[in-house]
């Protein structure tokens, strides 16, 4: 199956797509391979958006939205700032509602819990819908 994975373009600015193949399979680990494949990084010219070493600690498929646990080095090694904040947020949700439309949100948890922000800028205390402008 074709999917898209949202990566930062070389100037940090803005969200760029890379297209890579995953196994069709059920929706859940389709999903988790998504994020696999985005937590791994790009292979073309772009940029991170989730810290290394960050792990997918789990998935939950809701109505309407997929709930996204990670481990707290998303927040620990994440780099600051608002630009990178948005861009590491919106490349999770991005790479989940474009990729599944049967989604309309994204629940990120970090170890569990729901926090207000990963870095002091982007509320994530709530389910978030893709935003192509970011």
Do not use: C, W
């Not at 989730?50 to 997929?66: C, F, M, N, Q, S």
């Not at 790479?95 to 049967?102: A, D």
């Amino acid at each position: 199956k074709s999917i898209s994975l949202y990566f930062s373009d070389i100037a940090g600015v803005k969200l760029g797509i890379e297209k890579r193949g995953i196994n069709k399979g059920a929706t859940v680990l389709e999903i988790k391979e998504v994020m696999e494949q985005l937590i791994k990084g790009p292979s073309e010219k772009s940029m991170r958006t989730i810290p290394e070493r960050t792990r997918l600690l789990g998935v939950k498929l809701d109505k309407e939205a997929v709930v996204l646990n990670f481990s707290s080095e998303i927040t620990i090694k994440h780099p600051g700032g608002s630009s990178a904040e948005i861009q590491t947020v919106y490349s999770i949700v991005n790479s989940i509602v474009f990729n599944f439309p049967e989604f309309k949100k994204v629940q990120i948890l970090i170890d569990g819990k729901n926090v207000k922000t990963l870095a002091g800028h982007i509320d994530i205390s709530l389910p978030l819908a893709g935003d192509k402008t970011k």
